[in-house]
């Protein structure tokens, strides 16, 4: 095996490497191709459908019992816990703005500008936008 | 005996390169290292302020906010000391703060890009200008965060936006053929509703393994092989530990955005027919006048140049640039190159609009 002038070995696996770099170019390829057929989003909707189609019964079987045991132990459900989360969430929201509006009357007072004249007033109430109880209905 | 001397080094080195795969395997890389404060929540979102490190009257009066995707930490902005675009702009006197959307909850499944753009956003940027003191900003958006900034920009032209720059921005889906994930999420084989029924929100590992479908060799087999070949160079190690660790970091994305984005999105292009409607209102895009870099990737393949291309037409600024940089979605950003290329130019078109 030729050596270089330094004295150091050459790199056994080089050549190795080498193949290994075209073979997985030339597949990479292939699988670029492949994955954007219409064949290949048919299968992978296909196989996601069906799964989905398959979890149902059983996360329905589910959700029933343990809505059930929670309500035999008095304990919230799923959906009354996500329910409070979103009520802390607009809560959480009016209190972001109450201090905004806080903030922003200390300013005037700082400034010695008088609250109910104040242009700036206005447009402060109007800038946080008017909070939204979500429905859940889709556009 | 050199024969003897040759096979232990061999197997030394290869117990060395072992030892350093376990490491990268099992162990997270330290990022978002940048030293921040936390100013603001909302739900599940922070606002980080960037401690400065220039004194005031060297730094830019105009602060920016970093707005990154929903479905992916912002942390890719503050990779690793060294090599973070914030420590970068930080350094270069910029007042920097990045909105952290979270990781959304079942509660959160309801969510939409409404919420985001006009609950979520006015509110941080507002608290923005109270810390920063500042009346206008400039406001940076990547990838999905592009999209949101966009819609933001157009329904609320009045709220002090100077400088909006885009980082490979989804915003046309008009190439339906050039588009895999289009192609993927087409009615006729994705059925959105069955799924978003079956999981509330969209689980993380269904759109991480999207992502890397669309280069399926290259990031489940050629990744680990270039990693293997360079173990025993620690710049490359350290950078895709601190890459690997961004990106299996993977949560769901909230089901009532992930809906919008492939119904008025993927399927409908609704924002550049001017068509999208957030909270009853039609997204102008006439409406949208502040100055605009809209950096695109020339190698995305996750957002390709043709989804970024079609916006400057379409919005009503007048200071206007498009930045091709080579490179893929992620690595413009934060590749070896990105602060050779995208950071000094991002920096340099901000400098001049942010006095």
């Keep these: 095996m030729p050596e270089e002038k330094t004295g150091t070995a050459a790199d056994p696996f080089e050549a190795f490497r080498k193949l290994r770099d075209s073979y997985l170019e030339g597949m990479s390829k292939v699988m670029i191709e492949t994955v954007n057929t219409e064949e290949y989003a048919q299968a992978t909707g296909a196989l996601l459908n069906n799964y989905v189609t398959v979890l149902a019964p059983f996360r329905e079987a589910m959700d029933k019992a343990m809505a059930m045991t929670l309500e035999q132990f008095s304990l919230p459900s799923r959906q009354q816990v996500m329910s409070l989360a979103e009520r802390f969430t607009n809560l959480e929201i009016r209190l972001d703005d109450m201090d905004a509006k806080l903030d922003h009357l200390v300013e005037l007072l700082s400034a010695g500008t008088p609250i109910s004249n104040s242009p700036e007033n206005g447009k402060r109430a109007r800038e946080a936008t008017p909070m939204r109880h979500t429905t859940g209905k889709r556009q | ?355």
């Design chain 2, 1 to 355: 005996m050199a024969e003897a001397v040759s096979l232990s080094n061999d197997w030394t080195v290869l117990n060395e390169k072992l030892v350093t795969l376990n490491r990268l395997m099992t162990t997270k890389a330290a990022i978002g290292q940048t030293p921040k404060e936390l100013i603001w929540t909302l739900n599940k979102a922070k606002l980080y302020r960037y401690v400065p490190v220039l004194p005031a009257q060297e730094r830019f009066p105009i602060p920016i906010i970093l707005i990154f995707a929903l479905m992916n930490r912002p942390t890719i902005m503050d990779l690793r000391p060294g090599h973070s675009f914030v420590e970068h702009m930080v350094g270069k006197g910029y007042d920097v703060y990045l909105l952290d959307w979270g990781v959304p909850g079942p509660e959160d499944s309801k969510l939409k890009f409404e919420n985001y753009t006009l609950d979520y956003i006015p509110r941080a940027i507002r608290k923005m200008k109270a810390v920063s003191g500042a009346k206008e900003f400039s406001m940076l958006g990547w990838c999905i965060g592009a999209i949101l900034t966009t819609i933001y920009a157009a329904l609320r032209p009045d709220d002090g936006l100077r400088n909006l720059v885009l980082l490979t921005a989804p915003l046309d889906f008009s190439n339906r053929e050039g588009l895999t994930f289009a192609r993927w999420t087409d009615e006729k084989y994705f059925d959105i509703d069955s799924v978003l029924a079956a999981f509330g929100n969209m689980p993380g590992e269904m759109i991480d393994f999207g992502a890397k479908a669309l280069k399926p060799v290259e990031n489940y087999i050629t990744n680990y092989c270039k990693l293997w070949d360079s173990l025993d160079d620690p710049r490359v190690v350290e950078a895709w530990h601190s890459m690997n660790t961004w990106v299996t970091d993977i949560f769901p994305m909230a089901g009532g955005a992930y809906r919008q984005l492939i119904v008025d999105f993927y399927r409908n292009n609704r924002l550049i027919k001017g068509e999208l409607k957030i909270r009853g209102q039609v997204v102008d895009l006439k409406r949208l006048r502040a100055n605009v870099l809209n950096v695109i990737a020339e190698g995305d393949h996750i957002t390709p140049p043709c989804q970024s291309e079609a916006i400057l037409p379409k919005i009503g600024s007048t200071d206007t640039e498009i930045y091709r940089v080579p490179g893929g979605h992620i690595g413009i950003m934060a590749g070896s190159a990105a602060h050779k290329r995208t950071w000094p130019h991002i920096d340099s078109w901000l400098a001049a609009r942010s006095r």
